[in-house]
Every structure is written in structure tokens, then in C-alpha cells.
């Protein structure tokens, strides 16, 4: 705490913040679906010993739920033998002990998925259970659309790409092009399941130069506030034309499912383009936020895609329910997704893709604190030509999810990793929390006054939606 910035944080008790809503409307909802998914396993399960240990756990998330909605004190952390224990159960107490619904709200929601996570760690059975994964999964199959119709278009960009490499000289309308593609892979991992795919229509350099001026862009740029890519990109660009050897992005990430296959996307298209030759990925070592991304998680998507006819094509648990057959893919949507396949399973032998948990990414704090608490991952992350935070959450983290002016520069509001910290970063994140900063003066105000913004209330609901989005870049080198 002491790392943290002095400005106040959103609290679950301002009934103005979407901290207030999450704290009463959302939480029990995500302890209840907890409940009911481990309910299915252990009624499935034959082995008596394993559930009767998943009944007791049942009994502790219900347990979990009733302090919850009726406020009581927040319990310390068992002792699981997570070295994070110390940490949250040291601000458990230097926060007073409170209650549910008077406490700073990163804290507080951090804290129930740590305190959901220990009720399986403590078990024998259920130590890696993921609570949260059929939720994944059945997301990502109803995203097949979206899924297959990237694939084809990744498959035809990487070709060209290698083809690209052979012939001779670059030019002027190559660097552009090249961009331009840069940007759309950016706003494709910000949007994640609302991305307009139209944006990627045709994938010839003198077709994607035409996209620069096309109303799909404009259309998809116009919620974007604040949007630093072209900065980010110059980054990146540089790094290439000097000939580093080793020239490294990195992901922190936020959802599975689609969004990580888009994220994947941007990974690859780094590394054939040569913007980068490393990209490492970061996923939450336990199971978080509901969708977050797992290491297993990764697994899962290539398993998926390398035989999507059985992932695609195999019915639901739902489907058989309600008798529904899901449609064959096509031989060529098969021929695409292998091509994904291929091309990132190999990536990942070689090394150019890489998957690197910490524990610190779910710690309660805020990411103020990371040059000070943890000093082995910042000197690492001080390696990559740029780190990118996805979502709302590690926005949040970034900020301190504190109540700042939203005039101030995202450079003051990420504190110890602004400029100067030694890591460039850049932060994807479209708004779905009070917390953004970093918007042009009166801004704020004039989205306030809009239809649903919130100006009547004293709220600044237009940030809840997740209609709005900011792309913002720190130089800290």
C-alpha cells in the first residue's frame, strides 16, 4: 500500500461507481455460477472421497456468498501455501478489516477470487480445478464465425508476408502498409469479440492502403479516446530498421477464448512481419476475473484448433439438450485453422512464443507497486521494446484504479512506470470501470451529457459499457 498512489480509490461504497454495482449485483452472480459448475462436476464425479471433498467446497463458496451480500468483515486468507498470503491478509488488516461493501474495490475483488482459489487449493482432488473454464470454452465455440473467418485472413496476410521477403526493396507503400496492418491488429485484440472484421476485407498492400481513409475505419476508430498506436509502432519500427537481435514484445493478458486467439494473432503477426522476434505472454496463475487467461487455457486453444472439426463439430453439453446438431465446417475453414495451428505450435517450439506466469499478476495491489516488490519481473519487463496491457482490469492495476481527473496524463497516472521507469507501456483496454484518464480537457464532460452517459446521475456511466475504449502509450525509456 505504501507504493500506491496518495489519489483516492474507487470504493465499493460510492454508490455513484460501478464499484457499488459490481460489489451488490455482480459478485454474488459469479459466486452462484462458481457454485452451480462445481455442483455439475461433482454430481458427474464417481469417485465418493473426491465429492464428497466437492461438497465441501460447495459449502464454502455458499458460505463465501452469505458474508458477501450480507456485508460481513472480509475473513483473512487460508493458509494454502501461496506466498501471496502474507500480502493479502497484511492489507486485510492495514485496511481495518472491513466489510464487503467499505472497502477499496481493486482490493476487494482481487481478494474474492484469491479467497474463491483457496477453497480448491486446500483440497486433494479439486487443487486445479478451473471454475470458470466451461464458461471459457462455451464462448469461444460460439465465436466460430469470428474464429474461422480471422483464420482465413491471417493464413492470406502471413503468405504474403513470406512471399513479400523475397522480393527485392521494400518502398514507401510496403512501410505503409505495414502499418496500417500494425494498427487494424491492435484495434482486432482491443475490440476482441465486437471487432468489426470488415476492416480486414482484402489483404494486398495497395488494398490495405485503401483501408486508411474507408468508413469501416473511421466507424471503428471514432469510440476510440484516446489512441497512441502510431507512438507505439514508431517503437517497434525503429527496434527493426536498427537490426536488433533480439527485439521482444510483451502481452499481459486479460481474457481466454477469442480474445486470446486475437491476441495470438497480433503475436504472430509480429513475429512474420519482424516487428518483434519474442513475444511472451503473461497468464494469471490461478483461475481470475472468471475469464482470464490460464497457461491451460493456451493449451486448450491449440488442442481446439489443431482438430477443430471435433471442438467445432462435437455437440454441446447444451446442444445435446436441446438437440441441436452443430453445422461441418468446410475442408477450407479446416485447411485455415490447421494453418494457425501450424504456424503457432511452431512458434511456440522455437521459442519465438513463449508463456511466462508470475504470481504478482494476481496479487490485491496495484501495479505502482512493481518496481519496488517485485524487482526480478520489472528488470525483466525493462528487456521489451514494448509491454502490452490488455482490458479493463490491468488498466485499473495501472492507474491504481484511483478516482484521478480524467484530464490527467496516463504518464502521471501509472506512476513508477512512467517515463523514466525503464518499460515502455502500452495499455488496450476498452472502458468498463470509472477509472480512465489521459482524455483531452472536457471531454469527460461532454460524453457525460450524451444519451446514457450518466450526466444526470453523477455518474460516469458512459465508462461502463465498454463502448468506449482508450489505446494509451508510455515512453519510459
Not at 484518464?437 to 450526466?455: C, M
Request: with cysteine; charged share 25%; proline share 5%.
Amino acid at each position: 500500500m505504501e507504493f500506491d498512489t496518495k489519489t483516492p480509490p474507487y470504493l465499493t461504497s460510492d454508490k455513484l461507481s460501478f464499484a457499488y454495482i459490481s460489489a451488490r449485483d455482480r459478485w454474488p452472480v459469479i459466486v452462484t455460477q462458481a457454485v452451480d459448475d462445481l455442483y455439475r462436476s461433482v454430481s458427474e464425479c464417481q469417485d465418493p472421497e473426491k465429492q464428497e471433498e466437492g461438497k465441501k467446497i460447495i459449502e464454502e463458496l455458499s458460505r463465501l456468498k452469505y458474508e458477501l451480500q450480507h456485508d460481513r468483515q472480509l475473513t483473512p486468507i487460508r493458509d494454502d501455501g501461496g506466498a501471496d498470503v502474507a500480502i493479502y491478509n497484511r492489507e486485510l488488516e492495514q485496511l481495518g478489516t472491513p466489510s464487503w461493501f467499505n472497502i477499496p474495490w481493486l482490493f476487494c475483488e482481487c481478494y474474492l477470487y484469491r479467497r474463491l482459489n483457496t477453497s480448491f487449493s486446500l483440497s486433494k482432488h479439486w487443487k486445479t480445478y478451473d471454475v470458470f473454464y466451461r464458461q471459457k470454452i462455451k464462448t469461444f465455440r460460439s465465436s466460430r464465425p469470428a474464429v474461422i473467418e480471422l483464420a482465413a485472413r491471417y493464413k492470406d496476410l502471413v503468405t504474403q508476408i513470406e512471399q513479400d521477403k523475397f522480393k527485392a526493396g521494400t518502398g514507401s507503400e510496403h512501410e505503409e502498409a505495414e502499418k496500417i496492418l500494425f494498427f487494424e491488429m491492435c484495434e482486432i485484440c482491443l475490440w476482441g469479440n465486437a471487432t468489426d472484421l470488415s476492416l480486414l476485407t482484402s489483404l494486398t498492400y495497395e488494398d490495405i492502403q485503401k483501408l486508411q481513409g474507408s468508413e469501416a475505419r473511421k466507424a471503428s476508430e471514432k469510440n476510440i479516446l484516446v489512441n497512441d498506436l502510431g507512438a507505439t509502432y514508431e517503437v517497434l519500427k525503429k527496434a527493426k530498421d536498427e537490426g536488433r537481435k533480439e527485439r521482444r514484445v510483451d502481452i499481459v493478458l486479460d481474457n481466454a477464448g477469442f480474445e486470446l486467439y486475437v491476441d495470438l494473432i497480433l503475436a504472430g503477426y509480429l513475429l512474420s512481419s519482424g516487428l518483434a522476434t519474442l513475444v511472451v505472454l503473461h497468464p494469471k496463475s490461478i483461475p481470475w476475473f472468471v475469464s482470464d487467461v490460464l497457461p491451460t487455457d493456451f493449451a486448450a486453444l491449440l488442442s481446439a484448433l489443431a482438430d477443430p472439426r471435433r471442438f467445432y463439430e462435437t455437440p454441446s453439453e447444451e446442444d445435446k439438450l436441446q438437440n441441436n446438431t452443430p453445422s461441418p465446417l468446410a475442408d477450407k475453414d479446416v485447411t485455415d485453422l490447421g494453418f494457425l495451428f501450424q504456424e503457432w505450435a511452431r512458434m511456440h517450439a522455437e521459442g519465438q512464443l513463449i508463456m511466462r506466469p508470475n504470481t504478482f499478476w494476481t496479487h490485491p495491489g496495484s501495479y505502482w507497486r512493481l518496481p519496488s516488490t517485485e524487482k526480478d519481473l520489472y528488470e525483466d519487463l525493462k528487456t521489451s521494446e514494448v509491454v502490452i496491457f490488455k482490458g479493463d482490469l490491468n488498466y485499473r492495476k495501472l492507474t491504481g484504479d484511483a478516482a484521478w481527473d480524467p484530464a490527467t496524463p496516463f504518464t502521471e497516472a501509472i506512476g513508477p512506470l512512467g517515463p523514466g521507469s525503464g518499460v515502455n507501456v502500452l495499455a488496450l483496454r476498452t472502458c468498463k470501470a470509472d477509472v480512465v484518464v489521459g482524455l483531452k480537457p472536457g471531454l469527460d464532460e461532454e460524453i457525460l451529457a450524451t444519451e446514457g452517459g450518466g450526466g444526470d446521475s453523477g455518474a460516469r456511466k458512459w465508462a461502463w459499457s465498454g463502448k468506449w475504449a482508450v489505446v494509451s502509450f508510455s515512453n519510459g525509456k
